[in-house]
């Protein structure tokens, strides 16, 4: 029918359900919520920064940049110390031996890289696989696990297509350098630390100690008491200069400490991160109550005011590990270059640690050498009845620096140390 609305039979026609109108906001929460978004809007206007303060941040910031930015001076310091052609030291290859290499890399010729040779004795079980202390290990000739060698074989294939150029010999080498700067020859003397005269030693400008901590384990070499450290007679070595002591885990607050009574003030820790012979980060050894230890620590103490090359090197060396207690060779090249041309002492030395510019001390070098005559003449005088090793014929170029002793001062020796003279740069290790 006309004016009614169509329905389907059985259904009920659609109605919208009754709604009341929404009240609106009451003036007063109006209001509430204006001054809340009022006071929002205050707060970020009153957090943001002036033209004024823009002008001094940017400011801030440009002289902070200028202030960090090396200077003339010592970016001539830094070149001075680089090695001159680039770096001569040769990479390790991540596939560690010649048959990975060239299997790796699909090729008949390996890597121009550092390799590897497993040692495959009869008595070895290369399913054991690797020993833990590899070239440290002290039972080779029985140990089963498998060992390595440097692998200084040329490949076949150049070697047939004669293009092989002459092997170089690879084999670890002592610390050299290569600058302008010329040192004396090595020098020692054999006694006991703990009561010897320091005070006929004279002023270093740096100083190495690494004590035989007594650190409650069974250990190849004697050790000192607490006490005995706190009494050395360190301050007699140096008023204006750096020392760098080497702590183990239990005497890092006792290495704190003997720098205090010493009249230190410490402001570096240098951390020697250890690998084996394959350059890996060592996760067994012979050392640590709970842990195995991956590292050693080296306080760095300052007294006086010494000059030092600054921002040259960074607080970490990464080295492979050697012999018992024997440190890195790079530690004797940093410090060279931290604080060049001034004489240098090692406390608790052994002969491995002998070098050019340092006078090493301990009670296992072999007699005493020393090479200036000045030192050489005080100690004789303290210790009448120990004999010195003569020393070698004189050399054709000039010393260092011979600081003459005056009697209102303390005698000081000549810059003294290797068995050559050596010239001093960044640290050089072939192969």
Same mark, same amino acid.
Request: aromatic share 6%; glycine share 6%.
């Given at each position: 029918?006309?004016?009614?609305?169509?329905?389907?039979?059985?259904?009920?026609?659609?109605?919208?359900?009754?709604?009341?109108?929404?009240?609106?906001?009451?003036?007063?929460?109006?209001?509430?919520?204006?001054?809340?978004?009022?006071?929002?809007?205050?707060?970020?206007?009153?957090?943001?920064?002036?033209?004024?303060?823009?002008?001094?941040?940017?400011?801030?910031?440009?002289?902070?940049?200028?202030?960090?930015?090396?200077?003339?001076?010592?970016?001539?310091?830094?070149?001075?110390?680089?090695?001159?052609?680039?770096?001569?030291?040769?990479?390790?290859?991540?596939?560690?031996?010649?048959?990975?290499?060239?299997?790796?890399?699909?090729?008949?010729?390996?890597?121009?890289?550092?390799?590897?040779?497993?040692?495959?004795?009869?008595?070895?079980?290369?399913?054991?696989?690797?020993?833990?202390?590899?070239?440290?290990?002290?039972?080779?000739?029985?140990?089963?696990?498998?060992?390595?060698?440097?692998?200084?074989?040329?490949?076949?294939?150049?070697?047939?297509?004669?293009?092989?150029?002459?092997?170089?010999?690879?084999?670890?080498?002592?610390?050299?350098?290569?600058?302008?700067?010329?040192?004396?020859?090595?020098?020692?003397?054999?006694?006991?630390?703990?009561?010897?005269?320091?005070?006929?030693?004279?002023?270093?400008?740096?100083?190495?100690?690494?004590?035989? =901590?007594?650190?409650?384990?069974?250990?190849?070499? @004697? !050790?000192?008491?607490? &006490? /005995?450290?706190?009494?050395?007679?360190?301050? #007699?070595?140096?008023?204006?200069?750096?020392?760098?002591?080497?702590?183990?885990?239990?005497?890092?607050?006792?290495?704190?400490?003997?720098?205090?009574?010493?009249?230190?003030?410490?402001?570096?820790?240098?951390?020697?991160?250890?690998?084996?012979?394959?350059?890996?980060?060592?996760?067994?050894?012979?050392?640590?109550?709970?842990?195995?230890?991956?590292?050693?620590?080296?306080?760095?103490?300052?007294?006086?005011?010494?000059?030092?090359?600054?921002?040259?090197?960074?607080?970490?060396?990464?080295?492979?590990?050697?012999?018992?207690?024997?440190?890195?060779?790079?530690?004797?090249?940093?410090?060279?270059?931290?604080?060049?041309?001034?004489?240098?002492?090692?406390?608790?030395?052994?002969?491995?640690?002998?070098?050019?510019? =340092?006078?090493?001390?301990?009670?296992?070098?072999? @007699? !005493?050498?020393?090479? &200036? /005559?000045?030192?050489?003449?005080?100690?004789? #005088?303290?210790?009448?009845?120990?004999?010195?090793?003569?020393?070698?014929?004189?050399?054709?170029?000039?010393?260092?620096?011979?600081?003459?002793?005056?009697?209102?001062?303390?005698?000081?020796?000549?810059?003294?140390?290797?068995?050559?003279?050596?010239?001093?740069?960044?640290?050089?290790?072939?192969?």
């Amino acid at each position: 029918m006309p004016g009614m609305q169509r329905m389907m039979p059985g259904l009920m026609p659609l109605q919208r359900p009754f709604m009341a109108p929404s009240p609106g906001p009451s003036p007063t929460q109006q209001n509430q919520r204006t001054e809340e978004e009022d006071l929002k809007d205050l707060e970020v206007l009153l957090s943001k920064k002036t033209y004024k303060e823009k002008q001094n941040t940017k400011t801030g910031e440009e002289l902070l940049d200028l202030i960090h930015r090396p200077t003339a001076k010592e970016t001539a310091v830094a070149a001075k110390f680089k090695t001159k052609g680039g770096s001569q030291l040769k990479e390790y290859c991540t596939n560690l031996t010649k048959e990975d290499c060239r299997r790796q890399s699909g090729s008949f010729v390996s890597c121009a890289k550092v390799h590897f040779r497993r040692i495959i004795a009869p008595h070895t079980d290369t399913n054991l696989g690797d020993c833990s202390f590899l070239d440290t290990c002290r039972h080779t000739k029985t140990c089963k696990y498998v060992h390595y060698e440097l692998d200084q074989t040329p490949d076949i294939a150049p070697m047939m297509a004669g293009t092989l150029a002459p092997p170089r010999q690879i084999k670890p080498h002592r610390a050299e350098y290569c600058s302008e700067i010329e040192l004396g020859e090595s020098q020692w003397i054999n006694c006991d630390i703990r009561n010897f005269r320091m005070d006929i030693l004279g002023q270093f400008g740096v100083i190495m100690a690494d004590p035989p =901590w007594d650190i409650h384990m069974e250990l190849p070499y @004697g !050790t000192m008491a607490d &006490d /005995e450290m706190r009494t050395l007679n360190v301050p #007699a070595l140096q008023t204006d200069g750096l020392i760098f002591l080497w702590v183990t885990g239990r005497a890092m607050e006792l290495g704190r400490e003997c720098l205090e009574l010493w009249g230190y003030k410490r402001v570096e820790e240098i951390i020697w991160v250890k690998t084996n012979q394959l350059q890996r980060i060592i996760r067994t050894g012979r050392t640590g109550h709970w842990l195995n230890h991956s590292k050693e620590h080296c306080l760095v103490g300052i007294k006086g005011s010494p000059l030092v090359n600054r921002n040259i090197d960074t607080d970490v060396i990464v080295a492979e590990v050697r012999e018992t207690s024997r440190k890195p060779d790079e530690m004797y090249a940093m410090l060279e270059r931290i604080s060049p041309r001034t004489r240098k002492l090692e406390l608790f030395a052994r002969m491995h640690n002998t070098q050019a510019g =340092w006078l090493s001390l301990g009670n296992q070098v072999s @007699g !005493t050498r020393l090479v &200036d /005559e000045g030192l050489r003449a005080r100690y004789k #005088a303290a210790y009448p009845d120990f004999e010195v090793q003569p020393p070698s014929p004189p050399r054709a170029s000039a010393p260092m620096d011979v600081d003459q002793s005056t009697p209102s001062q303390k005698p000081v020796a000549s810059d003294v140390s290797s068995f050559s003279s050596l010239r001093i740069s960044i640290y050089v290790r072939n192969g």
